[in-house]
């Protein structure tokens, strides 16, 4: 999958997009369309062609939920506001980040660069606009824990510590979780392995309040696991969990 690639299904009308290394994802439910995070701005074009294949367009959208504000994944978000209308939710917590105000461990990441998978990110990171997103001052506030009145109903799960208004969000009626960067299903700074995993600690604001964040998933089910960098995961959150735990 790369830029130029509209969404692939990966559910009934759940539809992964985004690149190899970055995911965003667009909900067609019953009451209307969601997009969930919003990858890097140059994936604007992905989004146009994704809802024109399934003949909508983009004032279709009724509401963009971010899981964050990190710039790979509120990349698009203040355009889907401005041009579309469409009205942006995102934790208070994150407003420095959407300002693009945030710490982004980026002296930690250039630091690493030696390692060829995070050298390929970085240089994605770079030529998808992921230092120029445009800040996000207009947003829905998510206080904690909710059942959002959008199409869907996702029920939020506020799970601090990659961020501290990191959130998940969970579509009963698809039964997926879109976990975001709280649980990453690739380790792409050294390659190990795609399975569930929390990302590199210095990745995380707070890596202890990430790993305490856990527990808030593990009651939830049977679900698609949709995170914010690799595959999608189907099975129980608490082995999800479980797996994130034992990957330290
Ligand atoms: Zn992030």
């Given amino acids: 999958m790369n830029d130029t690639t509209a969404g ?3 559910a009934d009308g759940v539809y992964r997009c985004g690149s190899d ?45 971010l899981t964050h ?11 889907l506001r401005t041009e579309a209308d469409v009205p942006v939710w ?16 980026v002296a930690q990441a250039v630091a690493r660069l030696w390692r060829p998978e995070l050298f390929r990110y970085f240089l994605e990171f770079a030529r998808s ?20 009145d959008v199409p869907g109903s996702p029920r939020v799960i506020h799970v601090p510590g990659h961020t501290e208004g990191h959130v998940a969000f969970y ?4 039964e997926v979780l879109v976990c975001g960067d709280e649980i990453v ?11 569930p995993q929390l990302l590199a600690a210095w990745f995380n604001a707070d890596h202890e309040q990430a ?24 099975g129980r959150t608490e082995t999800a969990v479980d797996l994130a735990r034992r990957r330290e």
């Fill in 8 to 10: 692939t299904a990966v």
């Fill in 21 to 65: 290394r970055v995911n965003w994802y667009l909900i067609d439910a019953d009451d209307g369309l969601v997009v969930v995070d919003t990858g890097f701005p140059s994936h604007w074009n992905q989004l146009l062609e994704l809802l024109e294949s399934l003949e909508y367009d983009v004032t279709d959208v009724d509401a963009c939920l």
């Fill in 69 to 79: 504000a990190h710039p790979d994944h509120a990349g698009f978000a203040d355009r």
């Fill in 90 to 105: 995102l934790h208070e917590a994150d407003a420095e980040h959407a300002r693009g105000e945030g710490d982004l461990a």
């Fill in 129 to 148: 606009g992921g230092f120029s997103v445009p800040p996000l001052t207009t947003f829905r506030s998510i206080d904690g824990r909710e059942t959002l």
């Fill in 171 to 174: 579509f009963p009626d698809h």
């Fill in 185 to 195: 299903t690739v380790d792409f700074v050294a390659g190990r392995g795609h399975r």
């Fill in 211 to 234: 790993d305490d964040s856990l527990a808030r998933l593990e009651p939830i089910g049977e679900v698609l696991l949709l995170p914010g960098h690799g595959d999608p995961w189907r």
